[in-house]
């Protein structure tokens, strides 16, 4: 699988985990822009960054988009899915308060992620 196809497998996962939790969920699908989802729940607005597989993101990477979601308001999410199966999801909601979510994914042929 491609690294395009596994990270848009992993924007269409994250966008039905966002769902459950109650949020209105738009994929910014082929803009090439800094954000992959944008959720919208009661008084919160995420933005969310997606990368999966080889693709990881810079410390410089992370502040850029923090700062930048930061700037308009709203809760920066950065989600990583790695090769052994796990789904990281760091939520900055604030300047310099992070919280990590880390979801183990089914290991089946149907539902890699």
Same mark, same amino acid.
Request: some cysteine.
């Given at each position: 699988? %491609?690294?395009?196809?596994?990270?848009? +497998?992993? &924007?269409?996962?994250?966008?039905?985990? #966002?769902?459950?939790?109650? #949020? #209105?969920?738009?994929?910014?699908?082929?803009? +090439?822009?800094?954000?992959?989802?944008?959720?919208?729940?009661?008084?919160?607005?995420?933005?969310?960054?997606?990368?999966?597989?080889?693709?990881?993101?810079?410390?410089?990477?992370?502040?850029?988009?923090?700062?930048?979601? /930061?700037?308009?308001?709203?809760?920066?999410?950065?989600? +990583? /899915?790695?090769?052994?199966?796990? %789904?990281?999801?760091?939520?900055?909601?604030? *300047?310099?308060?992070?919280? %990590?979510? %880390?979801?183990?994914? *089914?290991?089946?042929? &149907?539902? *890699?992620?």
């Amino acid at each position: 699988m %491609t690294n395009y196809a596994s990270g848009r +497998r992993l &924007e269409w996962k994250m966008k039905g985990y #966002f769902q459950s939790l109650g #949020f #209105f969920v738009v994929r910014s699908a082929g803009s +090439r822009s800094p954000v992959d989802l944008i959720a919208i729940g009661s008084n919160r607005l995420l933005l969310i960054q997606c990368k999966s597989g080889d693709s990881s993101f810079t410390k410089a990477e992370q502040d850029d988009f923090v700062n930048f979601v /930061h700037k308009l308001g709203a809760e920066a999410v950065l989600v +990583r /899915h790695d090769l052994y199966k796990k %789904t990281k999801i760091l939520i900055y909601s604030k *300047p310099g308060i992070r919280a %990590t979510v %880390t979801i183990l994914s *089914p290991s089946s042929k &149907e539902d *890699p992620l």
